[in-house]
């Protein structure tokens, strides 16, 4: 299997569903997947551990150890799409599109029920983590 950049989008706000455990053979474990980062997505990853109580050691050390994972790959924002339902998504959207992500996995009803003339125009499928793997099993 190739490997493929997938944005996992990390907003706690809009978490709907129950987790989904990947498989025993998961493409994470092979370093299949690549988590897409930009800066700005890293920033929004520190506000909401910080919001969610991970103790201030534990999240310096993450964001720390973040840019040296195998699994990572860091982008810079190239185009910004513009998004009027949800101005805090073209981050989001953003940085799945300079990564060439094939997907963008996410619990976010607002991206998820993009309608179809909008994600048309994305090079990338928006998923939920259940739905990404039913597609890389």
């Not at 978490?15 to 092979?30: G, H």
Request: glycine share 2%; charged share 35%; hydrophobic share 40%.
């Amino acid at each position: 299997m190739a490997r493929c950049a997938a944005l996992m989008e990390s907003s706690a706000r809009h978490r709907t569903r129950d987790s989904v455990s990947p498989p025993d053979d998961c493409p994470f474990e092979r370093r299949d997947i690549q988590l897409a980062i930009s800066p700005e997505i890293a920033v929004e990853y520190e506000e909401i551990l910080d919001r969610l109580g991970v103790p201030p050691n534990l999240l310096n050390e993450f964001i720390r150890d973040l840019p040296t994972r195998e699994t990572v790959t860091w982008v810079h924002l190239g185009r910004r799409i513009k998004m009027e339902r949800d101005p805090d998504d073209e981050i989001i959207l953003a940085t799945a599109d300079s990564a060439n992500a094939k997907y963008l996995v996410t619990y976010d009803k607002d991206l998820l029920e993009l309608p179809w003339e909008q994600r048309r125009r994305f090079k990338f499928e928006i998923v939920t983590p259940a739905q990404l793997l039913e597609r890389i099993a």
